[in-house]
């Protein structure tokens, strides 16, 4: 198992940016796609929804909502993942959630992963 950490969240204005990070330990993440989620308030667990996710190689995807305006990326050598999100909507504002998982896959789907950090919350002020 991966420990994952997420930081960055925070409270900005409608048009800020924040960038999340997600530090894990444990076990090197070299080799797993990392991902991006977000959770709505009366949503379960394996409700949240996909943000972005990129692959051990470094390809990235995106929900819709968000393209061109956040940005993930990773840095291996710092075993960090970074979500840059700039442009920040009232609508942006929840919690977000780092996910890792050691096998091939989309990475779009809550249950491909099996590991969570315990999230960050992001407010946006309008």
């Known amino acids: 198992q991966v420990h994952l950490v997420e930081s960055g969240g925070g409270l900005v204005q409608a048009g800020g940016s924040l960038r999340l990070a997600c530090a894990a330990s444990?076990?090197?993440?070299?080799?797993?796609?990392m991902g991006w989620f977000r959770q709505f308030p009366g949503k379960e667990n394996q409700e949240r929804d996909f943000?972005?996710?990129?692959?051990?190689?470094?390809?990235?995807k995106y929900t819709d909502s968000v393209k061109g305006r956040f940005t993930i990326s990773r840095d291996n050598s710092k075993q960090v993942v970074y979500l840059q999100m700039n442009n920040l909507k009232p609508e942006d504002a929840v919690i977000y959630y780092c996910?890792?998982?050691?096998?091939?896959?989309?990475?779009?789907?809550?249950?491909?992963?099996?590991?969570w950090g315990q999230g960050t919350q992001v407010t946006v002020a309008s």
């Open positions: 444990r076990r090197s993440i070299n080799d797993w796609r």
């Open positions: 996910a890792a998982m050691p096998w091939a896959g989309g990475g779009t789907v809550p249950n491909e992963y099996n590991n």
């Open positions: 943000v972005a996710t990129i692959s051990r190689s470094g390809s990235t």
